[in-house]
């Protein structure tokens, strides 16, 4: 089964950027619709960011242009770029690949915003 793994989450001061690293194992990633999602302790998991394989694009509505989705189809990978990042956007962000019956999750990564 393909995996999915997550890099570059950390800490960041209000106002700063971070780039998000999704990659995909195997050779299906061309049908996957990419995901961005993001959970905290007091909310349940929500949309930041997908991309179909058509390449459309849709964004949480706490998202308000701030962050960008892209996919390297290459690479395997889905990037999530986090610019203007609130105090607020601090959360585990975690990467989805689905495709019919496949719902493929990573572990996470923890994104924190704080000054």
């Known amino acids: 089964q393909a995996q999915v793994v997550e890099s570059g989450g950390g800490s960041v001061q209000p106002g700063g950027s971070l780039t998000l690293s999704c990659v995909v194992s195997?050779?299906?990633?061309?049908?996957?619709?990419m995901g961005w999602y993001r959970q905290t302790p007091e909310k349940e998991r929500d949309l930041v960011a997908l991309m179909t394989t058509r390449g459309e694009t849709r964004y949480g509505k706490a998202i308000k242009g701030r962050f960008t989705i892209s996919r390297d189809s290459v690479e395997n990978a889905v990037l999530l770029q986090m610019d203007n990042l609130k105090p607020e956007d601090t959360a585990i962000y975690y990467c989805?690949?689905?495709?019919?019956?496949?719902?493929?999750w990573g572990k996470g990564s923890r994104v924190t915003v704080s000054s």
């Open positions: 989805n690949a689905a495709s019919g019956g496949i719902d493929l």
């Open positions: 195997g050779d299906q990633f061309t049908t996957y619709q």
